[in-house]
């Protein structure tokens, strides 16, 4: 077991363990800071909690993602279970609960198994990544656009009540819109790492954006930590597998 921890422990590097621990003890302080209300008769610290939780497994995830490990879906699946609790608790965000769960937990499944049969020729840590073409890119942005009109006007219809926006009704509905987006990034992007894309990132800092937002309307400034932690190593797991695969292409 000792060597386990320490295998684990040497398996990343020293900027990865002072950025992950710097984002959870960051999390933390706000959780004090900014203590949760009860919110749908819910207490407030059981919401923190999950709010916390849903912290610490994303950021495992994203820094096993930049590593080009597989093994960061099966910790992505316990982000999924976090993330749907959340949306249940608070009442809100239903399009991506939906997506969450019908589309991010079958494809942390298929992703895993199709990311373990891509292992790089020389390190089979790693698994073998690469990049989208542009009439690709073209075709995943217009899906965006009109799944973000469609299910955001669908979603702004339906009349669920929750504490968190103090019965503001547009700015529920503003939320419906950016979540509606958000789902629609975030199926781009699970689709992206699934085949393994280098662009999954871009995805991936678009989203981190619309979720930055929606966690300031939503006044879960916790969360703003989790998504300071995404745009650094979103950054970080970009340059790393832009170089591998500039690497693989000169070899």
């Not at 916390?52 to 279970?81: G, M, P, R």
């Amino acid at each position: 077991m000792k060597k386990r921890v320490k295998d684990l422990w040497e398996y990343f590097s020293t900027y990865e363990k002072v950025w992950f621990f710097s984002i959870l003890i960051l999390s933390v302080i706000f959780a004090f800071l900014f203590p949760e209300e009860d919110i749908n008769g819910v207490n407030g610290s059981l919401i923190m909690g999950l709010y916390l939780a849903d912290t610490v497994l994303n950021i495992l995830c994203e820094l096993l993602i930049s590593k080009q490990s597989k093994w960061n879906f099966i910790v992505s699946v316990f982000v999924e279970i976090a993330e749907i609790l959340i949306c249940v608790v608070l009442s809100y965000r239903f399009a991506t609960m939906a997506t969450t769960l019908f589309f991010w937990l079958p494809v942390d499944i298929v992703s895993f198994i199709n990311w373990h049969r891509h292992p790089d020729k020389y390190d089979d840590e790693l698994t073998e990544v690469r990049k989208l073409s542009g009439v690709m890119e073209a075709v995943v942005i217009i899906g965006i656009v009109v799944w973000t009109i469609v299910i955001g006007w669908l979603l702004s219809g339906i009349d669920i009540h929750t504490d968190l926006f103090g019965g503001n009704e547009l700015l529920e509905n503003a939320v419906c819109y950016l979540d509606a987006c958000a789902s629609a990034v975030g199926i781009a992007n699970g689709l992206f790492i699934l085949f393994r894309y280098r662009e999954q990132w871009i995805a991936w800092y678009i989203e981190a954006a619309l979720e930055t937002v929606i966690n300031i309307l939503s006044g879960q400034y916790v969360l703003l930590v989790l998504k300071l932690g995404y745009f650094t190593n979103t950054t970080y797991g970009y340059i790393k597998w832009t170089k591998y695969i500039k690497e693989r292409k000169q070899e």
